[in-house]
Nanobody
Framework: QVQLVESGGGLVQPGGSLRLSCAAS????????MRWYRQSPGKERELVAT????????NYANSVKGRFTISRDNAKNTVYLKMNSLRTEDTAVYYC?????????????WGQGTQVTVSS
């Protein structure tokens, strides 16, 4: 059974930090590109960060570049998102996503999301 379970969300003051985790199971984790998305009410889903199968390449949305860091530990089947210098605009539900690194396998998986609220 495939599962992606996010954790680490919560309430934080502007300028604070949070570390999100996404624990994966039920598939070959190292074969998948891992991504973090976020979505706020009334807004489009936004791709926040991407990391390649073995962590050799990362990409970030301009809105979070320099503040967020994506990483993964394939031995633990876990991907992380370290968020520093948080702003109220970062408030959203954050979702973990897995996409197979080979295009002939179109399936992708989603977690249930974890709420991040940045407020004073």
């Amino acid at each position: 059974q495939v599962q992606l379970v996010e954790s680490g969300g919560g309430l934080v003051q502007p300028g604070g930090s949070l570390r999100l985790s996404c624990a994966a199971s039920g598939f070959t984790f190292s074969s998948y590109v891992m991504r973090w998305y976020r979505q706020s009410p009334g807004k489009e889903r936004e791709l926040v960060a991407t990391i390649s199968s073995f962590g050799g390449s990362t990409n970030y949305a301009n809105s979070v570049k320099g503040r967020f860091t994506i990483s993964r530990d394939n031995a633990k089947n876990t991907v992380y998102l370290k968020m520093n210098s948080l702003r109220t605009e970062d408030t959203a539900v954050y979702y973990c996503n897995a996409l197979h690194s080979l295009t002939m396998y179109p399936k992708q998986y989603w977690g249930q999301g974890t709420q991040v609220t940045v407020s004073s």
